[in-house]
Each structure stands twice: as C-alpha cells, then as structure tokens.
C-alpha cells in the first residue's frame, strides 16, 4: 500500500512538472508573439494601437507567421564549413566560391567585423552565418575533351553564383537562425504593407483623376446649357458634358473598388491581418538540383566528372530569389584590417 502512495506521489510530482513546463513554454511563445506583433504595428500604421483588441485580431496570423519563419529557417542546409581545405574537398564550395580568396573577402565582410567588435571576449574558434547568393546561368561556347580530341565551339552551360553575402553571424547555428527570424518576419511584413501602400497610391491617383475631372465639368456645364459666342457652339459642350459625366462615374466605380478594405482603420486592420494570412504565398523555399564539374559547367548525370550539387533557393511569388546555406567557418580566416587595406591597394594597383 504505501508503495502505491509513493508511485502515485512521484507521478503527480512528473505531472506537475510537465504542466510547469508546457505553461512556461506557453507564455514565453505568447511574449514572442505579443512582441512581434507590437514590431508589426510599428511598420505599418501606429495609429492601430487606438481600436481595441488589435493584439487579439493579429495574434494568431502573427503566431502562424513566426512558425512558418521558424519553419523555412530549419529547412535551409548547413552548416557547411567554409576554409581552403571544403573548397578542393566540397564541390557545394567549390561551385559557391570561384577561388579560395573569395572564401575569405565574404567572411571578412561588414556583418563579421560588426559582430566581433560585439563581441570582442565571445569564446569558441568558430563563427555561424547564413549565406546568400544568387546563381546565374550562362551559355557558351567552350572546349570538350572527346576521346582522344579535343573538340572546339562547343555549346556550353555554366552556373556562377554572385553577391555574396552573410546574415545573422553569430557563434553558434541555433544562435545563428534566433537572429534571422526577426529579419525574415520583417521582410513578409514589408512585402504586406508594400501591397497596402500600392493600394493607398491607386486610391490617391484615382481620387486626384477624379477632382480633375469634376473640376472640368464644372467648366463645361455653363457652356452646354447656355450661350457661347466666343467658343465652339453648345453642341460640342454638350458631348463633352456627357463623355466628363461618363469619366466620373467610371472613375468612381474604379475608387469603390480601389478603397475596397481601406475605407478606414479599421477595414486597414482587416486588410493587413488578410495579407498576413498566407505568408507562404510570398515567400517560399524550393530545392534545386544540378550536376557541377569543377569549372562549374552543367553537365548530365554520365558524366564521371560531375558531381551532384543540392541547393535550397527562395521564391517569392512566381519571382527566384537567392540560394541560402548555413555555414561554418574559422575566425582566422577573417581579413585583418591590415590584410583588407593591402588587398584593396592590390585591387587598385598601388
């Protein structure tokens, strides 16, 4: 008996703790939340803080669009290691970075020297980043060994990869991808509020085409209806009386439908908390399969030279975007300012 009041003990005590924890867990993801969605207010329209219950109408679009940006996070690879040694090993490195030096000016870049003059005392020999860059395909006319001859003109594709650049540096991976959540849910908001600022600018013109429009048949409307010795004669008033009178109604119908979720803060609010809603319709990830020699020449999958390269690229509606990649890479590599000043002496010619 008393062994059943000591299970029965120690399970209440693990039940306990597991409701501590689930209820912990639970108000540190509504703090996240409540916190991105004051960030959210901030961009697109302060003034919503005056309707009651703006946080409750945002919180669960605002909540789905931090999972979905934890989600995209945690599908984009790495961390692959970035040093000389990856870029003769790799062939994911090797087709990212034209040449060794590269390597080593994109992790010398603002977004290092900013976080380690952050973090002069940081510990740990390694630094996390995501990489971005765009690939571009390019056709050509280049040289094939076939057999035992080598054969000219011919037709080639190549896939480069530019603009390279880091996000989120930090000293470890999980730290590394905290970072990037805020910047990722910045950049959804901003393509939503883009489509709002889209809309206020139609409505603007159409309301400005509108005044014009009225203001000329105020103009006409004398005219048509009375006697005009100077001018043409009533009846050329009288269509254009009637072609102004059809141009505002038509421009009329077309601000209704323009201002249609915009009459007011309220329907403002309605309309964000809508584009809000489905942030995989504007951003999105989309793996990439090709096959890469080491001059990053596309080639089919019989060729023995090749190797296959996976990428996670993003998409923006029908638009590509960049290849992402996490990475790893050793604080040595990272340029002094001594070592930068001689490269751009080098670049100039001095």
Known sequence: MQGLRNRSSLWLQEVRSRLRVRGAEQRLRSSRVQVAIERIVDQANPALRGLGGYRRKLFPVVERLLEYTDELLARIPGPTELDPATWSSDPLVNALFGDIG??????????????????????GEDLYALLAVMPEERHQLGMELVGDHVQRDVKQTTLSFRDHELFGVADSIDEARRALVQP????????????????????AALEQALRMLKLKLKVVNPRAAGLDLVLQGSGQHLAEQERLRVCVEETERDLADASRGLGNIEQYLERLVQLLSHP????????????????????????????????????????????????????RLVLSADERLSAVERHLGM
């Open 184 to 203: 990722a849910v910045d950049l959804m908001v901003s393509i939503a509020i883009g489509e709002i600022v889209a809309q206020e600018e139609r409505i």
């Open 280 to 331: 995989e319709k504007d951003v999105a990830l989309e793996t990439m399969e090709v096959r890469l020699d080491r001059m990053n020449i596309v080639r089919d999958r019989y060729d023995p030279e090749a190797q296959l390269i996976r990428l996670v690229r993003a998409r923006r509606a029908d638009r590509p975007g960049r290849v992402a990649q996490f990475i790893r890479f050793p604080r």
């Open 102 to 123: 590269r390597i080593r000016q994109v992790v010398s870049g603002p977004p290092v020297r900013a976080w380690l003059e952050a973090h002069p005392f940081a510990d």
